[in-house]
């Protein structure tokens, strides 16, 4: 079965999970207008999947169930799958301009499933058959399961076991016959306040004395003592207010929150890991090179629908031709198209694992990231720079109807002969969305620190590099024969 | 006199005006809260000029009435006036991370000062002693006058008169006994709903068929047939909630607005320029070269909260001391230096105008002003890199108080031990204003397109350069003789 | 057959034709202490190939003749193969640490086997044929012929036809019965001096006035009227001096020359254009795509080679443990993969073409060269960072053997314990070699202006990419439903 | 008494000091074809000082003698001295396009006079006049002295006296009646082989153990003990080819060299430290901000030339109209004048020491010369751009009077009509100095590394930031009132 967009949609409306947005519970994520365009989000991923000339990129038949599926929820099998898999979130982000939630999830299944493997091998436990039992519910019942990663943290310099308040990092507090109690809280949970399943793993590489922090598991995001707290994002209000006229974007945005685990029952059938810390390590490292890679497709359809309202602005006021805005617009092109060229050859140099799941080139992805947590910056401001100050200058589009002052909001925000002023607005107000508003909190802050800060990847680029060998090469040339 | 702040918020909330927001004129923009941290803004100018710690850097006395005046008012008469203002900015700056809207009006001063001056000695008119009578009124009673320059252009590729609506540009629609009839718009008038006085001028050099175009004049704020349209910036919906937890910056807001003149009467004592189009161009680059200096003062300002804030949350959230922090918390602060010095470096070496104004070196205010469009985005980027991704995933500070979930919230929130969750997330809550928010339309979008877009320096740079002496040097060190 | 390294220095060596350096007409390319480094580099593309370990990746099976065949000859077949293409270029740029000069053969023969066939189709002509006869020949011979494009363009506001002297673009001068006469001349001709043969074609795209500059052909170097003047490159003097210890890279270099066309003979089955104007644009586009991706594969295995030097050196002098040496190091590999993903990723999404060869992804080779005039200058800035200011201050490693001084030398020039003076120099000597040096000229200028300016990489971005259906996507989002 | 250029070039002549050069002892420093280059850059600084147009920019009076004197020894009184600087150091790298290598001496001396003033008030010496005395002969024979700073270090992570090899930095070795032995060597000493005298000072900030390392002195450079090893630079080699034709500055170079020191003898009246080691850190700080400033004068006068010749060779090959190139000349002269800003704000904002000399801004000459190890690697990049690939493809330039070949390369070396073959290459072979050359050794290292790498400039800035103040104004804004 996949489900429709609108199956989807009721599916969340009608889970029974806590969440609370701006000191309130809600009823509804569906209906909350500041959690809506979440929801919207990632309906259009079920919306996308149903149509005929999105078969081959958006759906693929499950190695599982031998059914047809939702690519969000494959298991890549090759390199191919993996240059697919870029190619559908950069489609995603052109026509969300945001983040639409669904590949940490997926980069989340493609780990879980290749690391589970590896444990078993190692420790002779059973999680690889687990987390297929798990996936053939979610290939079954195209469920979206959201990724937890990220716990509190405490204090930076103290590792899990040595914080003052274990709770900060997420633990076993209590084992029962079948299965355990865990505790702690996980943050920034994209997708989590409209997901079907949380997928819980570690959030660093862990030591012997921190065993009790090394599990991963999944449960349903409507379980008991789960609670959802939404982060605020920048201009979220006026998704409130009466017009909605001032968003930018219409329809689509993403969403954080802070999921709180407060004694809550884990079953043993849903526990993927518990204690084996030696495989926190290479669980996290390489659930981040996938999602490193992801990064290098989702932000780089995003970067595209910028460059087409910069385009488009351009356009409208009439400095298209102008050869310093041509230049500046290539110069959009060029930065994202060198972003998305990172996450296709970090998908052609991939490899596959021992569970048959394949994994990108882990040097190119890190590398990817790293370009992705830089060069949006430079798009944005070059977007600002085409668009002109009027950028944070004008008044609501709403103005453009006022009965006093409309008429002269539409006579002088008209840019060339034949330009709506209303047209105009809507365009800005777009830039400003991804620049300055909700949009900018995915496309800039997200992407900065999304999948981990660049240091992070500094650190991996450096230990994944073989500088042993280029050495050699350099010895070599210059005549150090024996070293 | 010298206004107390309290006598500048009476003033202007008693100022007869009319001002939009969102589509409904208002009452007071001391009391709206979309305009109030805009007036507070200014008025803190009011304010520092009071401190005794401050009167040589924000008092001086004036060459007119020898009285002492806000320094904001001064024309200044030699390269260490030009210094002082740069230092009284970045302080500005300091105290209101935000744009305090009163540059503009003293960049506008000190250029009509000169400019008047010249057209009179080449037209034998008499606009620089009803400039300085108009100027002995701003000492005397403290008046803040706004710059109001931009037109809405139509059209880019036509010049004002090739319009098909001449209202794109600001006109003479009817010379009348004592004074003359205008009509048209100016746009992003900083500071304009909350100054007493407008000084108008042209926003490009026009030729002789623009002659009716070629007009600069002073009228107070309320003078009928003047209309105020409020600019929204990102995020200033949070304004008006109920708890204004997350503005982030508390108090201070700049604000821009469209200022529409409906058929406004100019009396002719107030009239500076009527026609002599041949000023136009030397009058705008005087303008723009004195306010792209002052970038490198006001930004830097700004800039120097961000950097404390930064500061701050790293020491908050443990990271202080990592290499990589350090070393982008000195970037932070070389990029902001290299702002000042251009500033300090085009004061420094300015020239005497004929007027007895000096005026800034305007190669080195270009230069100066084209960095402050590149190098706060980096640092804004900077920033959010040392902040950390919860910049955009926490909640509403408010949330620390809910009953349900305000444990969570102050639990998970804490940084390192000792921090207090409120602390940390109100920083963060100013990174995002600053970033983000607000803040962000100032510190980013305005630097970019305030006082010319980058393309305007890069213009101006290639003019002022002395090309043909340096291709000699380089003639001479290569022997190409005859050249 | 495939030569082996001495066989093709025999080969060259016994070239007839007509070489001047500095003045002097040389005797053999082989022995002339200019040319040599040169010859040697391409002699390793001869000599990798017969390595066991390099069969899959130097050798494969021709097309055409069905016989194994160095790979730098072969006609691309799929997207394996052009990632094998860059694979190959970056293990080359690490052997040699400079040009190796036989890309912009290889791509041009691609080239060539491409748009013949489609000049064929449209016009009835039998160029294609000619081609794989010549193709033939080279496979079977082993033979490299190198591109000869850029013509010495005289005034370039003027088109071919239009210069006052003719021969600024080569052209027909003369037909003949069984051919045609050629006159001109052809610049920066990459491994010209030591290439069995010459491929030419047009430089730019021309219009039927310019039919006559329409011409592509192959003919031997040492045909009579061909003269190749070689171009002299930064401290290529070192090459002449007694100890050569100063040269850097002990055993390889490029070279580019001058080749004059003076009224040369072109036989008829070797012309493979002749007036055919239309498709010089094709031509050159298809060109320039196939080597700009081929920069991300050479110039990245180079810049292995200095990383490798530069991680080295800070390991002679102590600093390798300093955070920010590591994080510059870092940053040069982080560059250097971003060019590599370039190249990897317009292969993957490349295209077959009519004739069965595999082409480029043109959006995305023009992507990657443009970082490529980019990231060298960055990575040489940093690795002069790491290397200290011994980089231009050192005395000739010569020095360390002088009776007098070569104690002080040996004494003062040691780095941490356990290094040798003379290591330590010959690395500097290398780094020197790769970013002030004739290596230099290939790392550096050669990425900027090979393969085509920046500019024309700008230019082909914004022509290549989609830019309407991005708009589309703009508009959707911010609800311009009608456009 | 000033000497003239003629006299500088004979009192150098004549100096009985020991100089090798590529393992040879020469004669004449004047003489040899390595060296006179460095020479005759000096002696500009004699002729420049002479002529009637520069009396007020190249001499001023000396506050010890009263007489005038050239100001490239001038101790420095006020904010107007030290700009003057800089303007005189930019006006002489205008004209030499190098190293004119008498900054450092300058800079030495007005550290020298600051500090030893502050050593005497402290430690109750006499330093203060023994420097003065020694002044008081510079001034009155118009000498030039080199200052020696960077010791051999050996092995980075040990200090002085923990080295295995105390020779490793310059140290007493011995203490006799009337002054001392000392022994050590001091790295890249510019101008050092021809100045008339050598001022020694520490090359860090030194604790109680490393006493004996703690000094400081002057010393005639023909002192007996003392050896020059000349340092080789990119391309130096073309100096002694015979036509000189292919040098690209055909009068001017800067020079390095290693300087030992073995067991030389100080007389006291010369030694201005002794054991202090608590001044060291002072004295290297301000030596170090002095001459951190100066960079941002000589190296911009240098950055002049470039893009002097960059425009030049845009005229001569037809394309100084395309936009593109404008706009990369304005972003040349933007970066250079960015960097002069910063010499001239440091200078402004200076302060005076306790001695009377002037010092610079320390921040800003940390945050000036930041940008100087940057900028001109951009500027560089550009002027490769704009020249073409030429560049680093032309023959020798004495090519173009070889009978056989000369009439090609005249003919195909032309650029837009009118143009020269001779002088299209004259100029290339200025920018291939100034990029890639012995020039670039000069305007690209050392920017880089002299007067203190990068990252001792990042170091500074964190320490002289007031980072405490401006967190202070972030907690004011956001509500945080009580830390």
Redesign the interface.
């Known amino acids: 079965m996949m489900r429709s967009k609108d199956e989807y949609l009721d599916s969340v409306h009608s889970l029974d999970h806590l969440v609370?947005i701006?000191?309130q519970?809600i009823n509804s994520v569906v209906e909350n207008a500041f959690s809506r365009p979440s929801c919207m989000a990632m309906a259009e991923t079920f919306y996308q999947a149903q149509l005929d000339e999105n078969q081959d990129l958006f759906t693929c038949r499950s190695h599982i169930t031998g059914e047809r599926i939702n690519r969000f929820s494959h298991i890549q099998q090759n390199a191919d799958d993996l240059?697919k898999k870029i190619d559908m979130l950069r489609s995603m982000g052109?026509?969300?301009?945001c983040c639409f939630q669904r590949c940490a999830g997926l980069d989340c299944m493609n780990t879980m499933y290749a690391i589970t493997y590896d444990i078993d091998e190692k420790h002779g436990t059973n999680y690889h058959d687990r987390f297929k039992n798990f996936l053939r519910e979610v290939h079954e019942k195209d469920i979206v399961p959201a990724a937890c990663m990220?716990d509190?943290k405490?204090?930076?310099?103290l590792s899990p076991s040595q914080q003052?308040?274990r709770?900060?990092y997420l633990h076993i507090e209590k084992e029962e016959k079948d299965g355990i109690i865990v505790r702690g809280?996980k943050?920034?949970i994209t997708g989590g306040i409209n997901s079907h399943e949380l997928i819980v793993l570690p959030t660093r590489s862990l030591k012997e004395e921190d065993k009790d922090y090394a599990i991963a598991f999944a449960i349903p995001s409507d379980t008991k003592g789960v609670?959802f707290?939404?982060?605020?994002?920048?201009?979220d209000?006026?998704r409130?207010?009466d017009t909605r006229a001032?968003i930018?974007?219409?329809?689509?945005g993403g969403s954080?929150?802070?999921v709180?685990f407060e004694d809550v029952f884990v079953p043993e059938e849903r526990i993927f890991m518990k204690g084996e810390f030696d495989f926190t390590g290479p669980m996290i490292e390489l659930f981040a090179s996938h999602h490193r890679a992801s990064y290098g497709g989702c932000k780089v359809g995003v970067g595209?629908?910028?460059?087409?309202?910069t385009?488009?602005i351009a356009e409208f006021?009439?400095?298209e031709k102008?050869?310093?805005i041509?230049?500046k617009?290539?110069?959009m092109?060029?930065l994202n198209?060198?972003l998305?060229?990172?996450a296709?050859?970090?998908s052609?140099?991939g490899y596959p694992t021992q569970s048959g799941a394949y994994a990108v080139n882990r040097?190119?992805a890190n590398?990817?990231k790293?370009?992705v947590?830089?060069f949006p910056?430079?798009i944005?401001?070059l977007a600002?720079?085409v668009a002109?100050?009027?950028?944070?200058?004008?008044?609501?589009i709403?103005?453009l109807?006022?009965p006093?002052?409309g008429q002269?909001?539409r006579?002088?925000?008209?840019?060339?002969?034949g330009i709506e002023s209303n047209?105009r607005l809507?365009?800005l107000?777009?830039i400003?969305n991804m620049t300055?508003?909700s949009g900018?909190?995915?496309y800039?802050?997200?992407s900065?620190?999304?999948a981990g800060?660049?240091?992070a990847?500094?650190?991996m680029?450096?230990r994944l590099?073989d500088?042993e060998?280029?050495?050699?090469?350099?010895?070599s040339?210059?005549?150090?024969e024996d070293?």
Chains 1, 2, 3, 4 share one sequence.
């Open positions: 609370f701006q000191g519970q240059v052109r026509k969300t301009a990220t509190a405490g204090d930076r310099s003052e308040d709770d900060q809280a943050l920034h609670r707290i939404y982060g605020r994002q920048p201009s209000g006026r409130q207010e001032d930018g974007n219409l329809y689509f954080e929150a802070l709180v595209d629908v910028l460059i087409g309202a385009a488009a006021q009439g400095t102008a050869s310093h041509q230049d617009i290539a110069e092109i060029h198209e060198t998305y060229a990172g296709i050859a970090s052609v140099k040097l190119l590398t990817c790293l370009n947590t830089r910056y430079e944005c401001r600002q720079d002109g100050g009027l950028l944070v200058t004008m008044p609501s709403a103005d109807e006022n006093e002052i002269y909001c006579k002088y925000f008209t840019g060339k002969k047209h809507r365009i107000r777009l400003e300055l508003g900018a909190a995915a800039l802050t997200e900065l620190h999304g800060s660049p240091q990847q500094k650190i680029i450096t590099a500088i060998s280029v050495k050699k090469c350099a010895f040339l210059c005549g150090i070293r």
